[in-house]
């Protein structure tokens, strides 16, 4: 058996597909560096971060963040010299003639696509497949006589247009046609996903909105439609308000099998698996209860027959940073700059200089990883003896208003601090060179952090600080940061972060 949800983490917008034996998912990055994770499974429950496909965000200056910066850590908007909700919107992954293709938008820039012979890359470097802003959830097909179609949405979700492409996948060759819009019956209609079976062509998309929606098949016998609806998976008596936007695989067995995402506050939007079966030319979705005419999640259900037995792979997320590359599980807030951090300048430690900045969240370099849920212990190891006048750094529960607790020089003292939406709280001076970091997040989103000076006996500081539960499309991440207010700055020395994930205690 399995439960659900099967990863607790911000994976938004997945889509998933089969080569072989191996399954492999995409999901949405926006403005975080490198971009689209791609994730790995065997068995469909278990999955591992096998890369990424964009190791910079290119599309624009912003997301090197220049500034002039109006954001600050009090606020949310407006976000001037960055791309704070921009990046990358809703990828899409398939496999045709040997290659991996992604296909995604920007909401600023157009419509991308890159392909890689295998997985983990190497990728190609982004193509503009139609450049136009605020288009949005961009999904490939190739039919079966050669001919290459593109099929997206619109910022504000709908209508579905359709393009020919060519037979590369890196140029429309038309303006694009509606071919589904129906605002009273599927309103906020996107995240298309297209397939072909049967002699019927598909489309499975959300419709309703994130919070309450539900997912509609819409079919016809030729591409361009006329399509049919019917809706196949909505919340119906289970607790799961709004199953969203997610993508349709089979097993080498024949089995279908549904990954779709749920809006959770603060984790983000995690990721569900439901099965899904074929009825007189439909797809039910979820568990379709006697008399019901939708499918609605299940909370348990058997493992997918894949033909391979369970693993126990997880999401990598505790580093030692022993190696002389990152591991996959850590994203940089935008582009970093990468003459100020280094895994080489001491082996064993990141080192993380200090660039200028007024605030966390226009600070650059700073290290984030999707935060996992129901409950997550982060603990992080600091050197801070080359840290100079001016200058912040430790450990983020980083988004909207982000807070954190760490390490102010000033005036040629040493001491803790903690911040919660620009608020900042001065604590107690700091002899050593070493502090050990620790935030506590549980279940009902709240975090809770302190210290400790000899890793072993931590000390709180502060009350339990609420997280916050949007940030730019994304959910809260843990990071590591340094900024100085004043000069040049001085930088830090992370021996390790180390996560675990406490049992949640019981109310």
């Known amino acids: ?27 949405s990055s926006f403005h975080f560096s490198p971009g689209i994770p791609i994730l790995h499974s065997r068995d469909l429950v ?36 960055t791309r704070y909700a921009g990046g990358v919107w809703a990828p899409s992954i398939r496999h045709h003639a040997g290659l991996f293709y992604v296909y995604w938008a920007t909401p600023d820039e157009g419509i991308f696509m890159a392909t890689a012979s295998k997985a983990e890359g190497p990728w190609s470097a982004p193509v503009k497949v139609v450049d136009q802003p605020m288009l949005e959830d961009p999904c490939p097909f190739w039919d079966d006589d050669g001919q290459a179609w593109l099929v997206h949405s619109r910022h504000g979700a709908g209508p579905l247009i359709l393009h020919r492409m060519s037979a590369d996948g890196k140029s429309v060759l038309d303006a694009g046609t509606v071919i589904v819009e129906d605002k009273q019956t599927l309103p906020i209609l996107e995240g298309p996903k297209v397939y072909k079976r049967n002699g019927y062509y598909y489309i499975l998309a959300p419709y309703g909105g994130v919070e309450k929606g539900a997912q509609v098949a819409l079919r016809a016998r030729d591409i361009r439609g006329p399509y049919e609806a019917k809706t196949v998976l909505a919340q119906g008596s289970s607790a799961l308000e709004g199953p ?27 990721t569900y698996l439901e099965p899904l079966k074929w009825v007189n030319d439909w797809p039910v979705i ?50 970093p700059d990468n003459r100020a951090w280094s895994l080489t300048a001491r082996p064993g430690f990141l080192r993380l200089g200090a660039l200028p900045a007024d605030h966390l969240v226009t600070a650059r370099n700073t290290l ?72 506590e997040v549980s279940a009902d989103q709240t975090v809770r952090y302190s210290y400790s000076l000899d890793g072993r006996a931590f000390l709180p500081f502060g009350d339990a600080i609420g ?14 940061f340094t900024f100085t207010r004043r000069g040049a700055g001085g930088s830090i020395d992370v021996d390790w972060v180390r996560i675990d994930h406490p049992a949640p205690v019981a109310p």
């Open 467 to 480: 997280l916050a539960r949007f940030s730019w499309w994304k959910g809260s991440r843990p990071g590591l």
């Open 286 to 335: 979820g568990d379709l209860r006697p008399g019901a005419a939708v499918g609605q999640p299940v909370e348990r259900h058997p493992m997918p027959d894949t033909g391979a037995p369970p693993t126990i792979v997880g999401l990598q997320d505790s580093d030692e940073f022993s190696g002389t590359k990152l591991g996959p599980q850590w994203e940089w807030n935008h582009n």
């Open 46 to 81: 278990h999955w591992s971060i096998l890369g990424h496909v964009l190791p910079r965000l290119p599309f624009a200056p912003e997301y090197d963040m220049p500034g002039p910066h109006s954001l600050t850590d009090a606020i949310s908007k407006p976000i001037g010299g």
């Open 368 to 439: 984030t990883q999707i935060l996992q849920g129901p409950s997550s212990r982060i603990t992080a190891r600091i050197e801070i003896g080359r840290m100079t006048d001016g200058q912040r750094a430790g450990l983020t529960l980083f988004g909207v208003k982000p807070s954190w607790i760490g390490i102010v020089r000033q005036s040629g003292k040493t001491r803790l601090a903690l911040a919660s939406a620009g608020d900042e709280t001065t604590g107690p001076a700091l002899n050593g060179s070493s502090v050990h970091l620790r935030a």
């Open 244 to 270: 969203h936007q997610g993508g349709w695989v089979e097993t080498p067995s024949g089995q279908g099998w549904f990954i779709h995402f749920n809006s959770t506050g603060a984790f983000g939007r995690i």
């Open 1 to 27: 058996m399995y439960r659900n949800p099967i990863l607790y983490a911000d994976y938004s917008d997945p889509d998933v597909i089969r080569v072989g034996q191996d399954y492999y998912m995409v999901a």
